[in-house]
């Protein structure tokens, strides 16, 4: 690994400060954060801001094969040098902006059985919505369609002026995605695992905990990078749960549920019998709750984007069983589901 300000000082380049560009400068450190990511030889990565390639090389040498996402066409050539230097043939380099790249097309190239179960998931599905709400348990199906389904595995480090935008197109594509190793600054990292009650959760952590298990793994000092940041780094761990259904009708499982450290218990949200547009308008409640996060859900969530007056968010508030006079802060990740089917109904109700 080539320091970062050795490569840019030698083709009279700089870190754009528009971008985010902290380069992660110590090998040991990067290192550690794809030992951390356990990643192995089934494993396709794509990385997100592969930068100057500090993390891109660790993880080829340890994966079948990393997709290295970078937009900054001044790094290209520096990246593809790095890459070169190291002996690593398993990286595809894919020049463009993250929220331009294909994930699914991706994850459709690489795992040709993504799709296997998907039609038998469905049709349970629906019997199971059918059937007053019971909870959905998708046993096994038949030895040729036991296996998991393959999935990316997501890392980067990402630059502070796109993270929440980039989890948030995470959630939407999780479908493909396994589990994603990334690394925030702090305080964002801080606000995505914080459970209820505290200034440090709001919308992003209630989205975040509704569809995943989030950890830390280890904390990265501002020394560490080039140029040196104002703030400290922290790597997580995003484990998503089995999907809703996604924009294309289809559903994708690999287990029936999944443990969630924040809830306490097993949780899954095929529990709640979500469908697509239920899950939109769960972000929709979330986001309408922290609109205002200072007032009471009775006044932040009446004549918000949800369409809904005082009298029926009143009524949805009683009965979910939520107090009108709490705040978004305090309520869990159940709670907001609970509340969102109450919405639902009162939404369907007066179409």
């Not at 019997?127 to 709400?133: K, T």
């Amino acid at each position: 690994m080539t320091y970062p300000g050795t490569l840019l000082r030698a083709s009279q380049l700089f870190a754009k400060k528009e971008l985010g560009q902290n380069f992660l400068a110590d090998p040991n450190a990067a290192k550690r954060i794809v030992a951390l990511a356990q990643i192995s030889k089934d494993d396709v990565v794509l990385e997100i801001g592969a930068g100057l390639g500090a993390l891109t090389v660790p993880a080829a040498k340890q994966a079948a094969k990393v997709y290295a996402v970078e937009k900054d066409d001044r790094l290209i050539q520096l990246l593809l040098n790095e890459i070169t230097a190291a002996g690593i043939n398993n990286v595809e380099l894919i020049h463009k902006d993250i929220f331009k790249v294909d994930i699914e097309e991706i994850a459709r190239r690489e795992f040709s059985n993504i799709d296997d179960t998907a039609e038998d998931i469905e049709k349970a599905r629906i019997e199971c919505m059918a059937d007053d709400r019971k909870p959905v348990r998708i046993e096994h199906m038949a030895d040729d369609k036991k296996h998991v389904r393959g999935k990316l595995l997501v890392i980067g480090n990402l630059p502070y002026n796109i993270s929440s935008q980039v989890l948030f197109r995470l959630v939407e594509k999780r479908a493909f995605v396994s589990r994603a190793i990334l690394m925030f600054q702090k305080e964002l990292a801080q606000r995505i695992c914080a459970p209820p009650g505290g200034r440090d959760y709001g919308r992003l952590s209630a989205v975040m905990q509704y569809c995943s298990d989030v950890k830390t793994l280890t904390d990265v000092g501002a020394g560490l990078f080039f140029p040196k940041p104002d703030v400290e780094s922290r790597v997580i761990e995003v484990n998503f749960f089995t999907p809703a259904p996604d924009p294309s009708g289809r559903l994708y499982f690999t287990d029936t549920y999944e443990e969630s450290s924040f809830l306490g218990t097993k949780y899954n949200i095929s529990d709640y019998n979500l469908s697509l547009e239920q899950e939109i308008f769960l972000f929709k409640v979330i986001k309408a709750a922290f609109s205002k996060r200072r007032k009471t859900l009775r006044n932040s969530l009446a004549g918000s984007e949800l369409e809904l007056n005082k009298v029926q968010t009143e009524e949805g508030l009683n009965v979910a069983g939520i107090d009108p006079e709490r705040r978004a802060e305090t309520l869990g990740v159940t709670e907001f589901i609970d509340l969102t089917l109450a919405f639902w109904k009162i939404s369907q109700e007066n179409r």
